[in-house]
């Protein structure tokens, strides 16, 4: 369980860090953070001790509490590395845009490294990075669910002894801070968006060794336990990155596939990104089938071209630059040790983007 005084820390690190704090600025009275967090002047007083021991703050005899850090408008300079474990495409681009334009308000700059899933480029780009002297590291591992092998990677990151952040990750890495998006949840709502539509034959497709592939995957099955809709393993197709060769397209195979395992059952497929969605409009096609006409589809992430195709892809925002900003904004306050070094996690939450994928059973049939 959280301890209600580090609940207190990790408010006043966020004020300091939103409120572009200064060095001799006052904080909040006790009695307005107690009003604000619902604990008490004991909680909030040894908040205030413990940063006090840190050297964040100040307490002054009759004026108040005041902030002592690092002057957070300061431009520090200096590089952060970020390491992608699988290919620095589809959203990616996004992603290293809020990274870097957060970076560079701070006088940063990025260094990229990627490792096309090999474990031994992972390890020697690591070592480059650390080479070249990086202040910290942001890493994206969501094309690993569970560790594994890719253990012995982290084993480095640990012992390098600089701040890191994960991004797409909700693992077991407790010493890290983590930014990521609640892939479950969008699992469900999607699969529950077209069972709200009448839809009761349900398809996925997706990816088996990613997280999010797997976390949606989980909130298709629970949307349809909790809908009463039993759940059938004819309905569902997977694949993985060493299937077949990198240009496979996968997801054009998989609905192929699943439209012929369903024997014409199948009225909607979720698939778990809009660039596989796009690959299953084209599956579609080819069987003299079209969207959403015969077969409804919805996708995850938004994806930039989501909206051009047709009919427009109905999807879930992936918050990809506001992920790489935040990924940023807590890496620099952990290199600027604003932080007692108490590992943070920030989850979005998918949002709903309606378009014309997907029809009401309900009413149009």
Not at 126 to 140: A, C, F, P, R, T
Not at 228 to 233: K, S
Not at 329 to 351: A, M, R, T
Request: hydrophobic content about 35%.
């Amino acid at each position: 369980m959280e301890l209600k005084y580090k609940r207190v820390i990790e408010y006043l690190l966020n004020l300091f860090n939103t409120n572009s704090y200064v060095s001799g600025k006052q904080l909040p009275t006790e009695f307005e953070i107690m009003d604000a967090l619902g604990v008490s002047r004991n909680t909030v007083r040894k908040a205030i001790l413990e940063m006090e021991k840190n050297d964040l703050v100040e307490r002054r005899h009759g004026s108040g509490t005041f902030y002592t850090g690092l002057d957070i408008n300061k431009k520090s300079g200096g590089l952060i590395g970020l390491v992608n474990f699988s290919d620095m495409g589809y959203i990616f681009p996004q992603i290293i845009k809020g990274v870097e334009d957060t970076l560079y308000d701070f006088g940063y700059s990025l260094v990229l490294a990627g490792s096309c899933y090999d474990i031994e480029r992972e390890i020697s780009s690591l070592k480059l990075l650390i080479d070249q002297k990086v202040e910290g590291l942001i890493i994206d591992l969501s094309k690993y669910y569970t560790l594994g092998e890719q253990a012995r990677v982290m084993d480095l990151v640990k012992s390098f002894n600089i701040p890191v952040v994960t991004t797409h990750w909700k693992g077991s890495l407790n010493n890290f801070s983590s930014i990521s998006i609640n892939d479950e949840k969008g699992g469900f709502d999607a699969t529950n968006y077209l069972i709200s539509k009448g839809h009761k034959n349900i398809g996925m497709v997706y990816k088996s060794n990613t997280q999010a592939g797997l976390y949606r995957f989980s909130g298709y099955k629970k949307a349809l336990k909790e809908a009463g809709i039993e759940f059938n393993e004819d309905y569902v197709v997977s694949y993985d990155d060493f299937d077949d060769s990198m240009d496979t397209l996968h997801a054009y195979n998989c609905t192929k596939d699943l439209i012929s395992k369903t024997g014409g059952k199948l009225t909607g497929i979720f698939y778990y990104t809009d660039k596989c969605a796009m690959e299953g409009y084209k599956a579609i096609e080819s069987e003299n089938l079209t969207v959403p006409d015969d077969i409804s589809v919805i996708g995850f992430d938004n994806y930039h071209s989501s909206a051009l195709v047709t009919p427009p892809l109905t999807t879930f925002e992936h918050p990809k630059a506001e992920l790489g900003k935040w990924a940023a904004n807590v890496l620099i306050d952990e290199i600027s040790k604003i932080g007692l070094h108490q590992p943070k996690s920030l989850v979005f939450e998918p949002l709903l983007v309606e378009r014309k994928s997907v029809i009401n059973l309900k009413k149009d049939r």
